[in-house]
């Protein structure tokens, strides 16, 4: 005969209960969504509708956003999801954006001896069908000690500082002979309508001369190269490209799409013009520590010449756009072209710069894939998973800067400043962070200072049409961009 259930049989059936379930124990038939009751999974983090197989990237095809304003879907994400959200890639691959600060610095802290930013996948797969050419994915691309060897090899004599000091006089001069450039283009009213032309040829001289050793001439006004302002156009198509591959459809992986064909092509070019300048090497060439450095490293001799393709095309768009959005923060601001004058220490100089990556970036969003196990906004995110930073939209938020849509050097000197630079070690990253950081990050941070101060001692700028931007893979100002600078008297 049974004995009757006490309380105390129950008691100790709850007891082992609560037992198993404090170890973690998860009998396999229990769902998936009471596996762990403290944090809730990456499934559960909200996001719009996924598809099967294609996951979320129809919202960009068929749905109602378009590809050339992604940062205005990431708000539209942000106001509707929160903090925390997902869209899911090619056969449902989650990827995760975070716009807490701590979750930002919770990934970016954590990625690991060798940190793993996702590829541009149609580029990697061109690339590898290129073994003539490539003999990897190139810096940008790799992953691990691949990544790790190439980093090492390639890019050390870049990012000294002695190689950056050395360069400064030569800055000097490629900023002079763009503010000569803008004084034979100006209309008579001092007008320039076409900005976005003349950045352009900033961008590429002042990349070239790094990364080549020598002055191009892009600054002369009737000299044409033909050869770079094709390589500058095969670097926009091949930025388009990774875009509509990256968000589009991708049908690319399984035939050659028009999409895919257009990323082909301007690989292609930009390998071959950029050869062409690196063939009509000089003397003067063969002092660059760059060049030297890339020719030196103890590599297979194909990573050599794709190293430099790489440096050009991700210095001269770059190096552009975020000039441009320097100018028009300067034009729009009258009070900083007297405060830069006024200031001798060009402090004034490099914060308006700092203020400018801040709210223009022209890298919107750091990608990582995470190298352990996370909780981000009490969600369980396992190793392996990619995240995205959405830094562009923190550093817009009031929770992380006061007054966080207004452009204000200030906040970057005297007494705010260390307030400032402790909420910006991990927002305002326009380079990245960490050992995967931007290698032509000393460069830029140098040169955008010496522009400036120059344009300013010559010009009094100002603009009226106000700055839209266009997304292209980087943010980019929407051209044509009109300003005007008069002389300074
Ligand atoms: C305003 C100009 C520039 C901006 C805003 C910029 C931004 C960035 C960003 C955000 C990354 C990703 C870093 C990360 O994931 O942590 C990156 C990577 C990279 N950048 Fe730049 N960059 C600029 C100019 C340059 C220049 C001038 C060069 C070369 C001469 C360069 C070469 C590279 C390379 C090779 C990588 C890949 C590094 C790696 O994965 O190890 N960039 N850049």
């Known amino acids: 005969m049974c004995e009757p259930i006490t309380m105390l049989d129950i008691f100790t059936c709850l007891l082992g209960a609560l037992f198993f379930i404090f170890i973690g124990f998860r009998p396999p038939w229990q769902p998936k969504k009471l596996q762990d009751f403290r944090h809730k999974e990456v499934q559960d983090i909200p996001g719009p509708l996924s598809l099967p197989l294609i996951g979320t990237r129809w919202l960009f095809t068929i749905g109602r956003y378009q590809m050339s304003k992604i940062p205005e879907f990431y708000k539209d994400m942000l106001r509707k999801y929160g903090v925390i959200f997902k869209e899911e890639a090619l056969y449902n691959v989650p990827i995760i954006s975070v716009v807490e600060r701590s979750d930002i610095e919770t990934v970016l802290k954590s990625t690991g001896k060798w940190p793993m930013r996702l590829p541009t996948a149609a580029v990697a797969k061109y690339r590898k069908a290129h073994p003539e050419r490539y003999a990897s994915t190139g810096l940008v691309n790799e992953q691990g000690g691949k990544w790790h060897f190439l980093r090492t090899s390639l890019t050390t004599v870049l990012t000294s ?254 007494e705010e400043k260390n307030q400032t630079s402790a909420t910006a070690a991990y927002l305002v990253t326009p380079f990245g962070y960490g050992k995967r950081i931007c290698p032509g990050k000393r460069f830029i941070e140098n040169a955008l200072p010496i522009v400036l101060e120059q344009m300013v001692q010559k010009f009094v700028i100002t603009t009226e049409r106000p700055l839209e931007v266009v997304f292209e893979f980087l943010v980019s100002p929407k051209e044509p961009i009109s300003m005007t600078f008069k002389d300074r008297t």
């Open 161 to 414: 500082p002695k190689t950056i000091n050395d360069f400064l006089p030569q800055m000097d001069e490629i900023a002079d002979d763009w503010c000569h450039l803008i004084k034979q283009r100006r209309y008579r009213d001092g007008r320039i309508d076409h900005l976005e032309e003349l950045a352009g040829r900033l961008g590429l001289e002042a990349t070239c001369a790094l990364v080549l050793g020598r002055r191009m001439g892009f600054l002369i006004e009737d000299h044409r190269c033909e050869v770079a302002e094709k390589l500058a156009q095969s670097v926009h198509d091949n930025f388009v490209a990774c875009r509509d591959t990256y968000f589009g459809l991708p049908f690319w992986t399984a035939f050659p799409t028009p999409n895919y064909k257009k990323l082909c092509e301007s690989e292609r070019n930009m390998y071959e013009f950029a050869s062409e300048l690196i063939k009509t090497a000089d003397e003067s060439t063969k002092d660059s520590a760059v060049f030297q450095s890339v020719l030196g490293a103890h590599i297979d001799e194909r990573e050599k010449k794709s190293a430099i393709v790489d440096f050009l095309a991700a210095g001269i768009y770059t190096l552009k756009n975020s000039l441009l959005f320097l100018l028009y923060q300067i034009a729009m601001n009258p009070e900083c072209q007297k405060k830069i004058l006024e200031d001798t220490t060009k402090t004034y100089l490099k914060a308006c710069s700092m203020e400018t990556f801040r709210l223009s970036p022209t890298v919107h969003a750091l990608a990582r894939v995470t190298d352990t196990d996370l909780v981000l906004s009490g969600y369980k995110v396992s190793a392996g998973t990619v995240v995205l930073c959405q830094s562009a939209l923190a550093c817009q938020s009031e929770r992380n800067f006061n007054d966080a849509k207004a452009f204000k050097p200030e906040r970057w000197l005297n």
